[in-house]
C-alpha cells in the first residue's frame, strides 16, 4: 500500500515509535502526527479512551490499546492509528508486569491487537515495544 498515512498514541514508547517512523527520507507523505498520552487524563481527554474501559480494564489492556489506535486514527483523519501501552519498568504498574506491552493498530474497518511479553532495562522494552509497532504497521502497509 503506498497511499497510506499513520498517527501514533502512545503511551509506554514515550514518542519513540513517531521517532523511528519520521526517520525516514520521505515520512512527511505518511505520518500525520501523535500524541504521547502517558496519564490515564490524556488518554481520555485527548484520546477519548472511555474512563469505563481503563476503570474495567486498566491503562494496560488490549481494550485500551485498541482505543487509543482507533480514536488518534480518527482524530488525525489517518489511515491507520498505531498506539502503544504498558509496563517499562523497573515497577510493576496496576498490578500489571513489567515488560506486559500491547500495541495495536486500526484502520477504517479493523482493529487488531497484540500482547507481548518483553523482558530487559526500561529502554529496552520501550524499544522493543516500538520495533512491534513498526512490524505491525508494516505487515498492514505492505
Do not use: W
Not at 519513540?16 to 490515564?40: E, I, M, P, Q, W
Not at 487524563?41 to 481503563?54: A, D, M, N, W
Not at 491507520?80 to 513489567?98: D, I, Q, R, W
Request: with cysteine; proline share 1%; aromatic share 8%.
Amino acid at each position: 500500500m503506498e497511499n497510506f498515512t499513520v498517527a501514533c498514541a502512545e503511551s509506554c514508547t514515550g514518542g519513540l515509535v513517531l521517532s523511528r517512523l519520521t526517520d525516514f527520507s520521505g515520512a512527511s507523505a505518511h505520518v500525520k502526527g501523535g500524541v504521547v498520552a502517558y496519564t490515564n487524563e490524556i488518554k481520555q481527554r485527548i484520546l477519548h479512551v472511555k474512563s469505563e474501559t481503563l476503570e474495567q480494564f486498566g491503562a494496560v489492556s488490549s481494550q485500551t490499546a485498541t482505543e487509543m489506535a482507533s480514536n488518534v486514527r480518527e482524530l488525525f483523519g489517518a489511515t491507520f492509528g498505531l498506539s502503544t501501552t504498558g509496563v517499562a519498568g523497573p515497577l510493576t504498574s496496576e498490578g500489571k508486569p513489567v515488560g506486559l506491552v500491547y500495541v495495536a493498530i486500526a484502520g477504517a474497518d479493523f482493529a487488531e491487537v497484540k500482547e507481548f511479553r518483553f523482558s530487559g532495562s526500561r529502554s529496552e522494552i520501550k524499544a522493543q515495544a516500538a520495533d512491534a509497532a513498526f512490524e505491525l504497521l508494516m505487515r498492514h502497509t505492505l
